[in-house]
């Protein structure tokens, strides 16, 4: 590209950069920050308005700048509804998932799991999955979007930038813990919000407002396609561009499924992904948990102004480039012969925003990718501690699991770097819908075991183990076809040789299918297997959230990794909180002294943090941090307020339909 960054741009781009970092630090001096629970939930202490802008700033990423808008620059609005789609799955968070996570007082959803079906081989096997998804459709697509619009915009070295990017990411995430992801969370949803408004305010001037773009979009087409009729296939507008839902059968997002199957990657994605629902673990009561669940669901109907609308614009301005037909030309313009449209928002910021305001916006764009790296691995970290370490270390201290927190964080970063090759051989021109053909492969049947889990005490460990065995093998067969057997690039004229499993069988579709199998399986063979106990389903279903009595779980069922307790003093009753580390207790001074500063401080760990604690004092913490309890004003207002935001979501789908 021709354009480049000004002065002013490259100081608005330091100053964001200095500002985040300085947030990110100064959460790591907060109180809270010492032991699992403040490292991972954030002292369980979160106001209700970090919470929802870091709902909506941790899956506002960099896929949401490239590939969103991409999208809708190909094949206009019915892309909105993954993010309309996504309100209901936020709201049902806060009334339905959430009580559950909190009454059995969980800190991961793989830990809800194993208390839920008891066993060990399913919360590793949820664990595991969990990690080789931030890996498949996570990191790897942060970084390959972000990578493309760097490349796009700045002309800088791609691994000097992700590395840096990834680099800074990795400061405030490995030493501020959960805190520091929220605090630079909000921070960043501030920057997203301001930067996008004021592009797409520049963008519908510059088009002659939305009736007009309307208008144009659908002749929105390169000359090399109007002299082309054998380029018409990819180079012209969708008939359907402006309605929301298409044709269930060559319709690029099938109305079947996108409300069927994208219900079941929406229910993963916002109501039992590690990466949402830490946040909501951590606020300070249930009237915060639902407050930002709301806020979370409120942000994200602005993805249509945002994101969808600026990508369609594009088209309009910049035609042929973001609209062309031809491989050996989209080679030229993008490097990428399948099509440019992944470079529609880079070009909008380059090209309409004054100076200093496409720092800002770089800024914007930058903050998507650190802030959703961020929220991944923090989440990843606490997978790999509580849920996969402490399985093999029972008897591992506060400082042990804050290290392998901070080791995962470091491994993942340097993972990150080295997959960067392979995605530059990935053809993006599809880019939103390869990452949610992915998740369509894997996730359906995750998504069934949490709601039969979570509805139907009758289910059983090893129904819901062999149907997610199962599943995932055909999953992943599909999968595997799928990146074997390639689409031919559109205006190649190559004959599409696929097997009709794959080329009249949508992922969406799919999706459904796969959820059908997985539920069958799971029902199956959960009615010829012995049920759990009542007695061990307290606290952990949808029936039993309400229930005074605690879960009876043996040891292997229910491991505190949290904290530990000793008697102190000749007092029977009164607890301290301390580490797993056997100290003698003694004051250290001299070197000593400060290799045990240091060490604590690479490790996150507060001496100052031990608490002292009677029984009934210990007895009415837990009763805090697992309590519904909501006051009868606030619960009317929240209630009022989902419903209608649910409203007002329904009639936004019906109206643009």
Same mark, same amino acid.
């Given at each position: 590209?021709?354009?480049?960054?000004?002065?002013?741009?490259?100081?608005?781009?330091?100053?964001?950069?200095?500002?985040?970092?300085?947030?990110?630090?100064?959460?790591?001096?907060?109180?809270?920050?010492?032991?699992?629970?403040?490292?991972?939930?954030?002292?369980?202490?979160?106001?209700?308005?970090?919470?929802?802008?870091?709902?909506?700033?941790?899956?506002?990423?960099?896929?949401?700048?490239?590939?969103?808008?991409? /999208?809708?620059?190909?094949?206009?609005?019915?892309?909105?509804?993954?993010?309309?789609?996504?309100?209901?799955?936020?709201?049902?968070?806060?009334?339905?998932?959430?009580?559950?996570?909190?009454?059995?007082?969980?800190?991961?959803?793989?830990?809800?799991?194993?208390?839920?079906?008891?066993?060990?081989?399913?919360?590793?096997?949820?664990?595991?999955?969990?990690?080789?998804?931030?890996?498949?459709?996570?990191?790897?697509?942060?970084?390959?979007?972000?990578?493309?619009?760097?490349?796009?915009?700045?002309?800088?070295?791609?691994? *000097?930038?992700?590395?840096?990017?990834?680099?800074?990411?990795?400061? @405030?995430? /490995?030493?501020?813990?959960?805190?520091?992801?929220?605090?630079?969370?909000?921070?960043?949803?501030?920057?997203?919000?301001?930067?996008?408004?004021?592009?797409?305010?520049?963008?519908?001037?510059?088009?002659?407002? @939305?009736?007009?773009?309307?208008?144009?979009?659908?002749?929105?087409?390169?000359?090399?396609?109007?002299?082309?009729?054998?380029? @018409?296939?990819?180079?012209?507008?969708?008939?359907?561009? %402006?309605?929301?839902?298409?044709?269930?059968?060559?319709?690029?997002?099938?109305?079947?499924?996108?409300?069927?199957?994208?219900?079941?990657?929406?229910?993963?994605?916002?109501?039992?992904?590690?990466?949402?629902?830490?946040?909501?673990?951590?606020?300070?009561?249930?009237?915060?948990?639902?407050?930002?669940?709301?806020?979370?669901?409120? %942000?994200?109907?602005?993805?249509?102004?945002?994101?969808?609308?600026?990508?369609?614009?594009?088209?309009?301005?910049?035609? !042929?480039?973001?609209?062309?037909?031809?491989?050996?030309?989209?080679?030229?313009?993008?490097?990428?012969?399948?099509?440019?449209?992944?470079?529609?928002?880079?070009?909008?910021?380059?090209?309409?925003?004054?100076?200093?305001?496409?720092?800002?916006?770089?800024?914007?764009?930058?903050?998507?990718?650190?802030?959703?790296?961020?929220?991944?691995?923090?989440?990843?970290?606490?997978?790999?501690? *509580?849920?996969?370490?402490?399985?093999?270390?029972?008897?591992?201290?506060?400082?042990?699991?804050?290290?392998?927190?901070?080791?995962? $964080?470091?491994?993942?970063?340097? %993972?990150?770097?080295?997959?960067?090759?392979? %995605?530059?051989?990935?053809?993006?021109?599809?880019?939103?819908?390869?990452?949610?053909? $992915?998740?369509?492969?894997?996730?359906?049947?995750?998504?069934?075991?949490?709601?039969?889990?979570?509805?139907?005490?009758?289910?059983?460990?090893?129904?819901?183990?062999?149907?997610?065995?199962?599943?995932?093998?055909?999953?992943?067969?599909?999968?595997?076809?799928?990146?074997?057997?390639?689409?031919?690039?559109?205006?190649?004229?190559?004959?599409?040789?696929?097997?009709?499993?794959?080329?009249?069988?949508?992922?969406?579709?799919?999706?459904?299918?796969?959820?059908?199998?997985?539920?069958?399986?799971?029902?199956?063979?959960?009615?010829?297997?012995?049920?759990?106990? !009542?007695?061990?389903?307290?606290?952990?279903?949808?029936?039993?959230?309400?229930? !005074?009595?605690?879960?009876?779980?043996?040891?292997?069922?229910?491991?505190?990794?949290?904290?530990?307790?000793?008697?102190?003093?000749?007092?029977?009753?009164?607890?301290?909180?301390?580490?797993?580390?056997?100290?003698?207790?003694?004051?250290?001074?001299?070197?000593?002294?400060?290799?045990?500063?240091?060490?604590?401080?690479?490790?996150?760990?507060?001496?100052?943090?031990?608490?002292?604690?009677?029984?009934?004092?210990?007895?009415?913490?837990?009763?805090?941090?697992?309590?519904?309890?909501?006051?009868?004003?606030?619960?009317?207002?929240?209630?009022?307020?989902?419903?209608?935001?649910?409203?007002?979501?329904?009639?936004? *789908?019906?109206?643009?339909?």
């Amino acid at each position: 590209m021709a354009e480049n960054l000004f002065l002013e741009d490259y100081i608005t781009l330091g100053v964001y950069f200095c500002i985040v970092l300085a947030v990110g630090l100064w959460s790591t001096f907060r109180p809270n920050k010492g032991n699992a629970k403040g490292y991972f939930l954030a002292g369980k202490n979160m106001h209700w308005i970090p919470i929802g802008a870091s709902i909506y700033a941790s899956n506002i990423g960099a896929p949401m700048f490239i590939g969103l808008a991409g /999208t809708a620059a190909g094949s206009g609005i019915a892309v909105t509804i993954y993010e309309w789609h996504a309100v209901f799955f936020i709201i049902l968070l806060g009334w339905v998932f959430l009580p559950v996570y909190i009454a059995c007082g969980a800190y991961t959803i793989p830990e809800w799991v194993k208390k839920r079906f008891g066993g060990r081989r399913l919360r590793m096997y949820v664990s595991f999955l969990a990690l080789l998804g931030y890996i498949l459709f996570n990191v790897s697509g942060e970084i390959y979007t972000g990578a493309i619009f760097l490349q796009q915009m700045l002309e800088w070295n791609i691994y *000097l930038c992700v590395s840096i990017i990834l680099g800074v990411t990795a400061v @405030y995430t /490995t030493v501020g813990g959960l805190a520091s992801v929220i605090y630079t969370d909000t921070l960043q949803a501030v920057v997203l919000i301001i930067g996008a408004t004021i592009l797409f305010f520049l963008s519908i001037i510059e088009v002659g407002g @939305y009736d007009a773009m309307e208008t144009k979009f659908m002749n929105a087409m390169s000359n090399e396609t109007r002299y082309n009729r054998s380029h @018409y296939s990819c180079g012209v507008p969708p008939a359907d561009s %402006l309605h929301m839902y298409r044709d269930a059968v060559t319709g690029d997002i099938p109305w079947p499924g996108a409300i069927l199957g994208l219900s079941t990657l929406g229910l993963y994605t916002w109501d039992q992904d590690q990466i949402i629902v830490q946040r909501t673990l951590s606020a300070r009561n249930m009237v915060h948990a639902k407050a930002g669940t709301l806020l979370g669901a409120v %942000l994200k109907l602005t993805g249509f102004l945002l994101f969808v609308i600026p990508g369609m614009i594009s088209r309009i301005l910049y035609t !042929e480039e973001v609209a062309c037909s031809d491989p050996d030309k989209c080679m030229a313009f993008c490097n990428n012969k399948s099509g440019c449209t992944n470079i529609a928002y880079p070009l909008m910021v380059l090209r309409l925003l004054p100076k200093g305001l496409r720092g800002l916006m770089l800024a914007a764009l930058l903050a998507a990718l650190m802030s959703s790296l961020t929220s991944i691995l923090n989440s990843a970290s606490s997978i790999m501690t *509580l849920d996969i370490w402490h399985q093999f270390r029972k008897k591992a201290s506060q400082s042990e699991l804050m290290i392998v927190g901070r080791v995962t $964080v470091l491994v993942l970063i340097a %993972l990150s770097i080295l997959w960067l090759p392979i %995605l530059q051989q990935t053809q993006g021109g599809r880019f939103w819908f390869y990452m949610q053909s $992915v998740k369509s492969y894997l996730i359906p049947p995750l998504c069934m075991m949490f709601l039969l889990g979570l509805f139907w005490n009758r289910t059983t460990e090893q129904g819901v183990f062999w149907g997610l065995m199962l599943s995932t093998i055909v999953g992943v067969v599909r999968m595997a076809l799928d990146f074997t057997f390639l689409a031919p690039p559109c205006g190649s004229n190559e004959v599409d040789t696929r097997p009709e499993i794959i080329s009249k069988v949508d992922f969406l579709h799919f999706a459904i299918i796969l959820a059908l199998i997985s539920t069958i399986v799971m029902v199956v063979i959960s009615l010829f297997t012995q049920p759990r106990p !009542e007695k061990k389903l307290h606290r952990l279903t949808w029936w039993t959230r309400n229930d !005074e009595a605690e879960p009876e779980l043996t040891d292997n069922e229910d491991e505190e990794v949290h904290t530990s307790f000793i008697k102190r003093g000749e007092d029977p009753i009164t607890l301290q909180i301390q580490e797993n580390d056997q100290t003698n207790g003694n004051e250290k001074t001299g070197f000593e002294g400060l290799k045990t500063s240091f060490k604590n401080w690479v490790c996150g760990i507060d001496e100052d943090a031990k608490q002292t604690l009677t029984a009934q004092e210990l007895q009415e913490l837990r009763r805090r941090m697992t309590s519904l309890e909501e006051s009868s004003k606030m619960k009317i207002i929240l209630n009022v307020s989902a419903i209608f935001i649910t409203i007002l979501t329904i009639v936004l *789908l019906v109206y643009f339909a």
